[in-house]
């Protein structure tokens, strides 16, 4: 009887071990989905600050306004096409994203609250394993390394999500999309017609660097 009461009581132990082990993983895990919910600041080239955190279905407003101050040729690059507006159904599908297939994180400009770029990928129907990416930043602030900061953080995420590489397509005159895709190590695939697609192996986070001129402001923003 006595043994059979100090097992159950060292079971009951074992048990609320395990219950508390696990607590703390959530508590953990919930701390991570918070902070990477916030966001991480980022300081530019010129000296500004941007926050960049994951799109949100509220964040519609933002899409459309920064894409009014994309210029012709920018809405170009980036559609491939010309494009004179989102539509209400556009601003629901960039925005209302699952995080896992679909992912987009955005570029605030800490001063303002206006958004100023954003990346996304979707993952492929017949490949798991790989994403199509997009990379967009309205004109004011090209040429300052932003571009090349929300690929960097975009690839952190599909990483996590299981997806080993990217596929882009690009404009055979966009020559800052060409020159993001090389600082990325990205291969070319093919050319067609006036595209040209590049893929991206996707490497462990560890090894990647962020671009001399462009530094994390801090810890994760909070």
């Known amino acids: 009887m ?9 079971a009951r132990e ?5 219950l508390a082990a ?13 902070s990477a919910s916030a966001g991480y600041r980022v300081i ?3 000296g500004s600050e941007v926050l960049i955190r ?37 601003l629901r599908y960039l925005t209302e994203v699952d995080h896992r297939d ?17 990346a996304r990928y979707i993952r492929q129907a017949g490949d798991p394993q790989a994403a199509e990416v997009a990379v967009t930043v ?15 953080q975009l690839a952190d995420r599909a990483r996590a999500a299981g997806i080993h590489r990217f596929t ?15 600082r990325m190590n990205a291969e070319f695939v093919r050319r067609e017609a006036d595209t040209l697609e590049y893929a991206i192996t996707l490497r462990p986070a560890d090894t990647r660097r962020w671009p001399r001129q462009l530094h994390p402001s801090g810890s994760p923003h909070r």
Do not use: Y
């Not at 006595?2 to 060292?10: K, P, S």
């Not at 074992?14 to 395990?18: D, I, P, T």
């Not at 679909?102 to 954003?118: K, P, T």
């Not at 004109?139 to 690929?151: E, I, K, N, P």
């Open 2 to 10: 006595v043994h059979d009461e100090i097992t159950a009581a060292a």
């Open 14 to 18: 074992r048990r609320k071990s395990w």
């Open 22 to 34: 696990a607590e703390r993983a959530r508590q953990a895990q919930q701390a991570r989905r918070t």
């Open 44 to 46: 530019v080239r010129d």
């Open 54 to 90: 994951p799109v949100r279905a509220a964040d519609a407003p933002l899409l459309a306004d920064g894409f009014s101050r994309l210029g012709t040729n920018s809405r170009w690059m980036r559609f491939l096409g010309p494009k004179k507006r989102l539509s209400p159904a556009e």
């Open 102 to 118: 679909h992912e987009a994180l955005g570029a605030l400009d800490q001063a303002s609250g206006r958004g100023v770029g954003i």
């Open 138 to 152: 309205v004109d004011d602030w090209q040429r300052l390394g932003l571009g090349t900061v929300l690929l960097a």
């Open 168 to 182: 882009a397509l690009v404009a055979t005159e966009n020559e800052a999309g060409i020159r993001l895709a090389r």
